[in-house]
């Protein structure tokens, strides 16, 4: 069964660059069967996609978001990572990794499973 | 963007009875050559990641109690708890995944009465 664990910084000073790391452990990121997606939760708010990225390499990000996301995958490590640049506060949340499956290239479904999550505070 | 909407934002039910969820989508998430919406559901308990509930709309995914069902298409979508029970206390959210950006509801907040 695969399971998912986020690691990293828990406090990121505003303008600095956020990054946080994917574990993956059950499963391999080096299949062409799945995407490997990060999503955010502000406290107390809603869920948002950030991106994804495919065992190849390639992403999918979020066009709110797209011109400070990095999403990278490292096949060696079984892991993926995010790297968010220019924080500010409204960068605080819950950050989840989580996989979908891909049925075919392009393509995504729901996610499962989904990391625990950490939470990521955005304060000088 | 797909912008989902949900209704109500809060609900308070009385333990065995029904609870019913709305979820809208801004366009159709409803697939034609496969005849399948892309529609998720989910729900987030304090402290815990979202759970899958339902997927492709109506199909339960296999672990979740058969209180839980999904129902609609096109861009109106339907979550039903049909006895709510205590441990169903939680946000669910309704999530797009037709096209990206993948986009979730608001989620609606289902307490006990």
């Known amino acids: 069964q695969v399971q998912l664990q986020e690691s990293g910084p828990g406090l990121v000073k505003p303008s600095e660059t956020l990054s946080l790391t994917c574990s993956v452990s059950?499963?391999?990121?080096?299949?062409?069967?799945?995407?490997w997606s990060w999503i955010r939760q502000p406290p107390g708010k809603g869920l948002e996609w950030i991106g994804y990225?495919?065992?190849?390499?390639?992403?999918n990000y979020n066009p709110s978001l797209k011109s400070r996301v990095i999403i990278s995958v490292e096949t060696s490590k079984n892991q993926f990572s995010l790297k968010l640049s220019s924080v500010t506060a409204a960068d605080t949340a819950v950050y989840y990794c989580?996989?979908?499956?891909?049925?075919?290239?392009?393509?995504?479904?729901?996610?499962?499973?989904w990391g625990q999550g950490t939470l990521v505070t955005v304060s000088s | 963007d797909i912008v989902m909407t949900q209704s109500p934002d809060s609900l308070a039910v009385s333990q065995g009875e029904r609870a019913t969820i709305n979820c809208k989508s801004s366009?159709?998430?409803?697939?034609?050559?496969?005849?399948?919406?892309?529609l998720a559901w989910y729900q987030q308990k304090p402290g815990h990641p979202p759970k899958l509930l339902i997927y492709?709309?109506?199909t339960r995914e296999s672990g979740v109690p058969d209180r839980f069902s999904g129902s609609g298409s096109g861009t109106d979508f339907t979550l039903t708890i049909s006895s709510l029970q205590a441990e169903d206390v939680a946000v669910y959210y309704c999530?797009?995944?037709?096209?990206?950006?993948?986009?979730f509801g608001p989620g609606t907040k289902v307490d006990m009465k």
């Open positions: 999530q797009q995944y037709y096209s990206t950006p993948f986009t």
């Open positions: 989580a996989r979908s499956v891909s049925p075919r290239p392009g393509w995504s479904n729901w996610f499962d499973p």
């Open positions: 059950g499963g391999s990121v080096n299949s062409g069967t799945y995407y």
């Open positions: 492709w709309a109506s």
């Open positions: 366009q159709s998430v409803l697939y034609s050559s496969n005849n399948k919406n892309y």
């Open positions: 990225i495919y065992y190849s390499g390639s992403t």
